[in-house]
């Protein structure tokens, strides 16, 4: 009996055993679990910040590259020297084109010699007055060459001021240095110093929503041609997709459904 009992009751113990360890090892699992979850959070909290950053400060930085001007330029002082302050300089052409960045011949009436000891003025004289070399300006506000834009339609037509896109720039006594977009080629100017959009001026972006905006806000004193944003062209789109009928169009509306829409500014 007692060597038959004792297997029977080792095998008992051992049952009793297991039983009693096995909720310390769900709770060690349950623990494992909570930590391994806290920690996923946490990783994913990490992740996104670090994009964030990676995205909005550092991708920008290293997106445009800076670069100076040929010579500095004090658009301060030479309003006090001339007649008609900034259209002495920037005018209509008598073919109604406008004249954007002066040329060299507008420079040399007054800079054929060298006028004081400016380190600036010297170097314009000498490296482009007299060898008659245009200045290799960097523009800020260039934009693609399928981009038609009419200063004559703004100025003349709605007149408006040059600093609602342009800014102070008059009042300025030098040149901002020059942020080229190492991908496109074009002026940081365009697209705004905030990569996500945001802006306080009307003249810190030059893009075709700032455009949409300005003509759908002045729309009583500048020529209305309905210029949508992109937002709402494309629920517009979704719209005329499901209900063609519930859609209302007016000309001028989008390229899609009206004549001349968007080659109106673009060519």
């Known amino acids: ?70 010579i500095d ?30 040329k060299l011949d507008q420079c040399i009436d007054c800079h054929e010699e060298i ?47 040059c600093v ?4 102070h720039i008059g009042e300025s006594t030098s040149l901002k240095v020059y942020e080229q977009n190492r991908i496109t080629g074009y002026s940081r100017d365009i697209w705004g110093k905030n990569i996500a959009g945001f802006k306080k001026n009307p003249w810190d972006r030059m893009k075709m929503d700032d455009c949409a905006e300005c003509h759908q806000r002045d729309a009583a004193d500048i020529e209305k041609t309905n210029i949508k944003s992109p937002e709402h062209r494309y629920i517009d789109n979704i719209i005329k997709v499901f209900s063609p009928s519930s859609l209302s169009l007016e000309k001028g509306d989008s390229v899609q459904t009206q004549k001349d829409a968007c080659f109106v500014c673009h060519k």
């Not at 060898?131 to 408006?160: D, E, T």
């Not at 609602?164 to 800014?167: L, S």
Request: charged content about 25%; hydrophobic content about 35%.
């Open 115 to 161: 006028q004081g000891v400016d380190r600036n003025e010297i170097k314009f004289v000498e490296d482009y007055v007299s060898k008659y070399r245009q200045v290799p300006w960097l523009i800020y506000s260039k934009q693609p060459n399928c981009v038609f834009f009419s200063h004559a339609a703004h100025i003349k037509g709605a007149r408006m001021d």
């Open 73 to 102: 330029f004090n658009h301060a002082f030479h309003i006090t020297q001339v007649d008609n302050g900034c259209e002495s300089c920037h005018f209509f052409r008598e073919d109604g084109t406008f004249s954007g960045v002066p």
């Open 1 to 70: 009996m007692s060597t038959s009992d004792g297997p029977a009751k080792k095998t008992i113990k051992d049952a009793a055993h297991e039983t009693a360890v096995e909720p310390d090892t769900e709770g060690k699992i349950q623990k494992q679990d909570k930590g391994s979850g806290g920690s996923i959070i946490l990783f994913f909290i990490f992740g996104v910040f670090a994009s964030l950053i990676l995205g909005w400060i550092i991708f920008p930085k290293l997106l445009y590259v800076k670069k100076k001007q040929p």
């Open 164 to 167: 609602t896109c342009h800014g």
